[in-house]
């Protein structure tokens, strides 16, 4: 299978969306709730041609744009003391925190630095004894299992000089906030398939049935997305409210056993912050006790408190879908990905940044 | 012993390419019309499928100096050396400069070597400098840049950047990503002998790739630029790559393509010529009055989406 070609063919995507305009008989409003899908969506044009009667919502799907402002504001601290090599995924490096942001750290000369893998953050600990390596360990549940294994890997090795300082919050939780707030109007989810990769479908089933939605995971390639619309549009027209699996070649309905495994070692469900939008109770992970050395926050002293950020910038309204970025009234002037005002502008996941690199003027609106 | 360094390896490497004056620079005599680059070479790793921070070196500035219009004719060669830099890796960087010297037909005139301490530099940072004398058909300018042009490329894109990165992140594929590094003076100076000043404008797109250039003659034409994906021409192996670690293809550096704007109506004609040349060339889209400033590409869904300006750094260290 030519992976890459058979999930963007242009013909299969027009036969897809000519079933799709074919079954639609009044409006819908759909939310795909992770980042990459967005991205897709935007990324490809998805928007501009699908019928007018589908209203795609942007969902909260966006760990990066989420991490409470107070954990980036540590994470600058850490990186600025002179013995803390602390490293990142990419999309961190550029997200306001209070004053500055971890890419103007480093320019000061805090020692940051860019990994693909948190198991790249214990290899550097390993060649740095007289150092301490803090990972900022932010994702959904799709990167749990690499941060938990690191800690793991960590602790068998005695690589005492490793921690992380861990930002990761749960889409199920996001999901029911966004469907009671009482001016968000959903009719249909498209589910993150990477996360059910991992967590499986499970969680989704009473989802569905207590607030009658259908909910489709779904892949991120074109054909995915397209076809994950679709497959809502029929249970809307029909008035189901199932969970169906688009994803089928990478998702099974109990997940992955092994990776769901390591997470329970290693993290527990707790309230977390989500940044924009507020508390949301039992949608975070926090580290367990019997890995508490290993815990970033417990080993520096970090404090939980999170302080309400004074900002102009929209990013709770976005993720939950109530505003499109174009809406924001800083959207492309005072708010680049240059000089952002939050972070839904500079992350890969960001619904501002996907409209700002990729849209055209016919979905500004 | 940097007398030793120079007098017994790098001048005996560099053999022909060198013109040594054995002064503290080159003379050079001429009444024509010259363009100057400089350009300097850090890449990490400094060797790479494909080439080496050596080739490089000799390739960027005369490419660059050849965009101008120009026939490259002699570099200035600087070195700066990290203490500790195996001298087998010095000599082989050299021999490259001298391969790629010969293959480009310029000479070294003049040059500078210093070794820093342990710690100071990161192996071997290289500094060119080239001249060139125009080509007296050439008239290559931004501004020259039209509504309607065609933007023809001249091979397939993302090469050099993705066979830095594979060797960075240890990836392996079936068969190895190669850089595309290679002085491309000989095919502009073709190209403009047979078509002279229907040639608006040649570029290469190095750090920031197809698309960075695009958008900076968009913006100083105040044009925009219509793109047809289906014809930008991506190996599948460098597209896996570029998929693999979440990056675009049209945003990764080349070292040995270039991109024309030319009349629509020679485009076909110029394909040929490049094609005659050993390209493998494609008109990947052209010049339009609309969305001025902007670069806009069709999706195969049948949408359309911005090529947008990538803010911050690209990959670091590429070239």
């Known amino acids: ?365 | 012993m940097t007398h030793r360094l120079l007098n017994q390896g790098v001048f005996e490497i560099l053999g022909d390419v060198l013109v040594n004056s054995e002064h503290d620079g080159a003379c050079i005599v001429t009444d024509e019309k010259m363009a100057m680059s400089t350009d300097s070479f850090i890449v990490s790793p400094i060797f790479f499928p494909g080439g080496s921070i050596g080739d490089l070196a000799v390739n960027g500035t005369v490419n660059d100096v050849a965009m101008c219009g120009a026939k490259p004719l002699y570099l200035t060669l600087s070195l700066i050396i990290e203490e500790g830099l195996a001298v087998s890796e010095l000599w082989k960087i050299v021999d490259d400069i001298a391969i790629a010297c010969r293959k480009a037909g310029v000479k070294i005139v003049t040059g500078d070597t210093k070794v820093v301490d342990r710690g100071s530099g990161d192996k071997i940072f290289i500094n060119t400098t080239g001249v060139g004398s125009y080509l007296p058909k050439a008239a290559i300018s931004p501004s020259r840049v039209s509504k309607g042009d065609a933007i023809i490329l001249t091979d397939s894109i993302a090469n050099h950047g993705m066979a830095i990165m594979s060797k960075r992140e240890g990836l392996a594929f079936e068969s190895e990503i190669k850089s595309d590094s290679r002085a491309l003076n000989h095919s502009v100076e073709s190209l403009i002998n047979a078509f002279a000043d229907q040639i608006h404008l040649v570029t290469d797109p190095t750090r920031g790739g197809v698309a960075t250039v695009l958008n900076e003659i968009a913006s100083k034409t105040n044009l925009g630029v219509e793109l047809t994906h289906e014809k930008v021409p991506v190996e599948d192996q460098v597209a896996g790559a570029c998929e693999l670690l979440g990056l675009d293809p049209l945003y990764v550096a080349n070292e040995g393509v270039y991109l024309i704007f030319c009349p629509d109506q020679l485009a076909e004609d110029v394909q040929e010529n490049l094609k005659a040349l050993g390209h493998r060339p494609a008109m990947i889209g052209k010049m339009v009055e609309e969305h001025p400033k902007q670069v806009i590409m069709d999706t195969p869904m049948g949408g359309k989406r911005v090529i947008s300006m990538l803010p911050g750094s690209q990959l670091p260290r590429i070239c």
């Open chain 1, 1 to 365: 299978m030519k992976y890459l070609k058979e999930y963007r063919d242009p013909v299969l995507a027009r036969k897809i969306l000519d079933e799709i305009r074919r079954t639609v008989t009044r409006p819908w409003s759909i939310m795909e709730v992770c980042g990459g899908q967005t991205h897709s969506l935007v990324k490809n044009g998805i928007i501009d041609v699908l019928p007018s009667e589908i209203t795609m919502i942007h969902g909260p799907g966006c760990p990066v744009c989420v991490t409470p402002i107070h954990l980036i504001d540590a994470a600058i601290d850490l990186a600025m003391r002179p013995n803390i090599i602390l490293c990142s995924f990419g999309d961190m490096l550029r997200v306001p925190g209070s004053n500055q942001n971890l890419l103007e750290a480093k320019a000061q000369g805090a020692d940051v630095r860019i990994l693909y893998s948190p198991l790249e953050a214990v290899a550097i600990a390993k060649d740095n004894p007289t150092k301490e390596v803090v990972f900022f360990a932010v994702g959904f549940e799709t990167t749990a299992p690499a941060n938990a294994l690191s800690l793991v890997h960590a602790k068998r090795e005695g690589i005492a000089n490793y921690s992380i300082l861990a930002s990761h919050v749960l889409v199920p939780p996001a999901i029911k906030a966004v469907i009671n707030d009482p001016l968000s109007k959903i009719d249909g989810f498209l589910a993150a398939g990477h996360v059910c990769t991992i967590m499986g479908n499970g969680q989704y089933y009473p989802l569905a049935s207590e607030y009658k939605v259908p909910i489709v995971v779904t892949g991120f390639e074109p054909i995915d997305v397209i076809q994950g619309i679709l497959m809502v549009v029929k249970q809307l027209e029909l008035g189901t409210y199932e969970v169906e699996n688009q994803y089928s070649r990478i998702v099974r309905e109990e997940g992955n056993k092994e990776a769901k495994a390591i997470i329970e070692q290693v993290f527990e469900v707790s309230d977390q912050v989500w940044r924009g939008i507020g508390e949301i109770p039992a949608s975070g992970y926090k580290i367990q006790d019997n890995f508490e050395a290993f815990d970033a926050v417990k080993k520096f002293g970090i404090s939980v408190d999170a302080p309400e950020e004074k900002t102009e910038c929209i990013s709770g309204e976005i993720m939950k879908g109530l505003k499109k970025p174009s809406q924001c009234p800083h959207f492309g002037k005072k708010c680049t990905p240059e000089n952002p005002l939050g972070a839904p502008m500079v992350s890969s996941e960001g619904a501002c940044a996907a409209y700002y690199h990729f849209s055209g003027t016919s979905i500004s609106n």
